[in-house]
């Protein structure tokens, strides 16, 4: 069974948010908002990738 936890962006009135899981190989991403639509898996070496290229961006 996978923990999922909920993105330090999202707040608790709502919105915009994701939940994040994670395998020895990935992270499951999904919707916070429809859970039952399932989850998205990216490979951890590209998870890795994406928050680098998010934190230069600084977005």
Not at 2 to 28: D, Q
Not at 30 to 39: E, F, L, W
């Amino acid at each position: 069974m996978t923990s999922w936890r909920k993105s330090s962006y999202s707040t608790s009135t709502g919105g915009e948010c994701v939940e994040i899981g994670e395998t020895p190989n990935a992270v499951l991403v999904r919707d916070t908002q429809n859970r039952a639509a399932g989850y998205m898996v990216v490979p951890r070496e590209e998870w890795a990738a994406f928050l680098m290229a998010v934190k230069a961006t600084e977005l």
